[in-house]
């Protein structure tokens, strides 16, 4: 057998479940470790016989909003039934299946644990930590998926995502962690920066002579990713003659040169990303609908940079070492705050390019002080409030519509910025208490008055 795999237990327990789920999980080679052992980030199983509200606060405490892995299993199928599985989900719970269903319910714990276990040992390369930083929820649920995608699939790939959240990136990490032995190259072509009068030279290749000026044969996109990886960026501004003559070569890996009579084989997995909703201009028309479900085998959402807030310090202080040549700088809390406050419509690509102009300015091996901050993204009004995002205003029109009040509105509100905070502090709660701008004593008192606390 390989690996051992270790994760925690808990379970509910009436009816003597807990000795015989041990010993089943020992056989396919599940070591069960205490639950003091939880700092270590252990997967977690949680047999449950219900899925009451108290369970689902459970799992959401022990995911860790996500962060950590949670197996459910139930004794009782009803608890599944309708939205009950994907109630667990929700809490942050990574699968949910029901116990008694299956012939060797164990064997499949063990599966489940091996997956995720290679997942999370290639989440945590220096691969990882060094080009994609980040420990929010909704980028490491990305990350997750993208490295899944890459060992465990050979699907086309579709990354959607703004402008600027890193998606080339994500796009090197598949190929990288592609496991074929005998893995070619990645190639790389920006859809934008195609002459339609050459596309087919830039995809196909061509035969010397093929036109004016073909002084001598050139392979193309699809013959140098030959046994690698091609990744077409921006796929979603391609002229639609242009995905029509892609469509064969996508759906049977065959193509001829510019000029030539000869058919050739390719095989490569294809990555595809795009800025555009690509679902809605098939509905409009501007982008073929065979063609998008060729390239969009498995599809995966990249978060923008204001969905994952708690990154942006981790980054910021990345791109300073980068920028000077391997030397950690701090930032004073000032910046700091600036910099998680401050909209950034580019991306990760704009938050980058504004640490650079910092880093031009800043002198020494000190902090990252406020003087370093360029002029221009200085605070203009100090006293001024923070600005309200269409979203909010939103979630307050839904509120005000269900009959809510202002005094319970304010009370939700202050209840998610608190939970936010702690979920982006890692639970630290001086470090929550002066995001929040109050002392640790205030957020404590907040939290007991809590009705979940």
């Known amino acids: ?9 808990l379970c509910h327990d009436p009816d003597g479940w807990r000795p015989r789920l041990g010993a089943a999980l020992a056989a396919e080679g599940v070591s069960i470790v205490a639950d003091d052992d939880a700092a270590e980030a252990r997967p977690t199983l949680v047999l449950l016989d219900v899925a009451t509200p108290e369970a689902l606060e459970l799992v959401a405490e022990i995911s860790q909003n996500g962060r950590a892995r949670v197996l459910v299993a139930t004794t009782d199928r009803r608890a599944l039934a309708v939205n009950g599985g994907w109630q667990f989900l929700r809490a942050g719970a990574s699968d949910a299946f029901c116990w008694t269903d299956l012939d060797h319910p164990a064997a499949h714990v063990a599966a489940r644990l091996a997956r995720w276990s290679r997942v999370d040992e290639a989440l945590d390369t220096p691969l990882v930590h060094r080009q994609l930083v980040g420990r929010s929820p909704r980028w490491l649920a990305c990350l997750r998926q993208l490295i899944e995608i890459a060992l465990f699939s050979d699907g086309s790939v579709l990354l959607l995502g703004e ?4 998606k080339e990136l994500l796009a090197r990490l598949v190929h990288t962690l592609d496991p074929r032995p ?17 596309a087919g030279s830039e995809f196909f290749g061509h035969e010397r002579g093929a036109f004016t000026g073909a ?3 050139r392979d193309g996109a699809f013959a140098l990713a030959d046994r690698g990886t091609l990744f077409l960026d921006e796929v979603g501004d391609l002229p639609l003659a242009l995905q029509a003559q892609l469509l064969r ?3 049977e890996r065959t193509y001829k040169r510019v000029g030539a009579n000869v058919w050739k084989q390719t095989s490569f997995r294809l990555i595809c990303a795009t800025h555009r909703d690509l679902r809605q201009d098939v509905a409009t028309g501007r982008f073929r609908g065979d063609f998008y479900h060729r390239i969009a085998s498995r599809v995966c959402r990249i978060p923008a940079l204001c969905e994952r807030r708690e990154d942006i310090l981790p980054l910021a202080e ?6 000077r040549g391997g030397a950690a700088s701090s930032v004073d809390p000032a910046v700091g705050e600036l910099l998680a406050a401050r909209g950034y419509p580019g991306n990760v690509r704009e938050l980058r390019q504004l640490v650079a102009r910092i880093s031009d300015r800043h002198l020494g091996s000190g902090p990252v002080t406020v003087g370093d901050v360029p002029e221009d993204e200085r605070p203009v009004d100090l006293d001024a409030a923070p600005p309200v995002t269409p979203s909010f205003e939103d979630a307050v029109g839904r509120a005000l519509e269900r009959g809510i009040s202002l005094r319970d509105i304010g009370r939700f509100a202050t209840d998610a910025a608190i939970r936010l905070a702690l979920d982006g502090e890692q ?3 001086q470090r929550a208490a002066k995001r929040l701008g109050v002392t ?11 009705p979940d606390s």
């Open 318 to 323: 990345h791109f300073l070492r980068e920028l």
């Open 249 to 251: 070569v996508v759906q």
């Open 427 to 429: 639970g630290n709660l």
């Open 163 to 166: 402008s600027g959240t890193g």
């Open 215 to 217: 002084a001598s044969g």
């Open 182 to 198: 005998d893995k070619g190259d990645l190639v790389v072509l920006d859809c934008t920066t195609v002459v339609p009068e050459l």
């Open 440 to 450: 640790d004593r205030a957020l404590q008192l907040r939290r007991a008055q809590r």
């Open 1 to 9: 057998m390989g690996q051992r795999l270790r994760a925690r237990l």
